[in-house]
């Protein structure tokens, strides 16, 4: 059975034993290992969107269902973070800075995640994220700081181009992607 109430009780004592990713990644392995009590914890998700489950200073949780298909720019967060698959895939594209082009992304790598993967991410990272599959995809982030205040980056998905990160931007676009589902 997955309890929201004590999965962030467990992610606060493990940030608190230990402010790395390392338990953290264990306490979310431990809920995606048995998607159906998180799918019957949180609810089916229907729609897309970016919820959030719990916010601090030290620890932000978040519920992100990702619409069918739906894809969203390079972005870095500057604090470390998790990702906990429990139903579809996820994509994830990582990016690196390319040296002597100021501000510009290039390509490096890519992980397909699904159900009962969690994947710690670093705190430099920079990643897109896809859902390659014509229905939903959800996933529990528990990233190691404030998701919603920390400054960071995202990156033009045509010019790949840094500019600043827009939190209220990036929840609107979740919205969005919703709108083919409802067509
Ligand atoms: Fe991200």
């Known amino acids: 059975m997955f309890d929201l109430e004590q ?22 392995a431990r809920a ?6 998180v799918l019957k914890g949180l609810g089916e998700p229907k729609r897309g969107g970016l919820h959030k489950l719990y916010q601090s200073s030290e620890l932000t949780i978040l519920n992100v269902v990702w619409a069918p ?6 972005h870095n967060h500057e604090m470390w973070a998790v990702i906990g698959v429990y139903t579809g895939r996820e994509d994830n594209i990582f990016w690196r ?5 100021p501000g510009k992304v290039e390509a490096a790598g890519a992980k397909a995640l699904s159900a009962r993967d969690a994947e710690p991410l670093g705190r430099n990272i920079i990643h897109s994220v896809t859902n390659p599959i014509p229905r939903l995809t ?3 982030h528990v990233y190691g700081g404030d998701f919603f205040t920390m400054p960071r980056s995202e990156w033009d998905p045509e ?5 600043p990160y827009n939190v209220e ?4 676009r979740f919205e969005e992607a919703n709108v083919p589902q409802r067509a």
């Open 7 to 28: 999965f962030i009780t467990d992610c606060r004592a493990a940030l608190a034993a230990d402010s790395s990713h390392k338990l953290v990644r264990e306490v979310v």
């Open 169 to 172: 931007r990036a929840v609107r």
């Open 69 to 74: 298909m739906m894809t969203i720019m390079p």
């Open 97 to 101: 800075r390319i040296a002597g082009s």
């Open 159 to 163: 010019t790949l181009l840094e500019e």
């Open 32 to 37: 995606v290992s048995d998607p159906a009590a």
């Open 138 to 140: 959800a996933a529990i």
